[in-house]
């Protein structure tokens, strides 16, 4: 099996960003929805941004956000990739000038492989717990079960993911990457240097068995 990739979300800090990437982060996770507890402006973010070093990817998560304004986080973080997890459609994802993901709230009855096939343009499909009126970041884990073991795109796996967890998420789904964000906190916003380096080195140790 490939070596499953790690992204931490929800960064705010630079301090939190360094100690991902020292603990062996793949991707950092920039918010820019105002209604979540973890949202960054885009100065901020810019600034968390020029601290990094090379091969880190930055992601701009985005929740049915204006045209206008995902262009203006793109021009001033230069962020690698974007993240949508409103009610975009494939036509709106693919407009900008960076590769995309698209995330899918796992909701009774959803088909997956429609939407799959919905968003063939996407770089990876990131599957989150469904909470009605909450777009992500709930906290709670779904039934890894309903993740077929053959897809066509690749998987990231996300909600309620902690190094409780990690390993079986792991050794259950083989997705490509897991994302976390509220696993690792102190509060929101704040991550917890203990709890991401735990949490990286159980998702290590889950692809080395």
Not at 30 to 39: L, N, Q
Not at 80 to 87: A, K, P, R, V
Not at 90 to 119: H, T, W
Request: with cysteine.
């Amino acid at each position: 099996m490939n070596r499953t990739r790690v992204k931490i979300c929800g960064i705010t800090r630079t301090e939190d960003a360094l100690h991902a990437v020292q603990a062996g982060a793949d991707a950092l996770g920039f918010v820019f929805y105002a209604k979540s507890p973890r949202a960054v402006d885009v100065e901020k973010a810019a600034d968390i941004n020029r601290h990094l070093p090379a091969f880190i990817t930055t992601t701009a998560l985005f929740v049915d956000a204006e045209t206008d304004y995902i262009d203006r986080v793109i021009r001033q973080t230069r962020i690698d990739l974007l993240q949508f997890h409103g009610h975009e459609d494939e036509r709106f994802c693919n407009q900008f000038s960076r590769p995309y993901i698209k995330a899918l709230r796992m909701k009774p009855g959803l088909d997956l492989g429609a939407e799959v096939k919905r968003f063939s343009s996407a770089q990876a499909i990131l599957l989150d717990a469904y909470q009605p009126g909450v777009p992500g970041g709930t906290g709670e884990v779904f039934d890894w079960d309903r993740i077929p073991e053959s897809h066509p795109a690749p998987i990231i796996l996300a909600g309620g993911l902690n190094s409780a967890n990690i390993a079986e998420a792991v050794s259950v789904v083989r997705p490509y990457a897991v994302d976390v964000s509220g696993g690792v906190e102190a509060s929101k916003g704040i991550k917890d240097a203990a709890k991401v380096t735990t949490f990286i080195n159980e998702v290590t140790r889950a692809n080395n068995n």
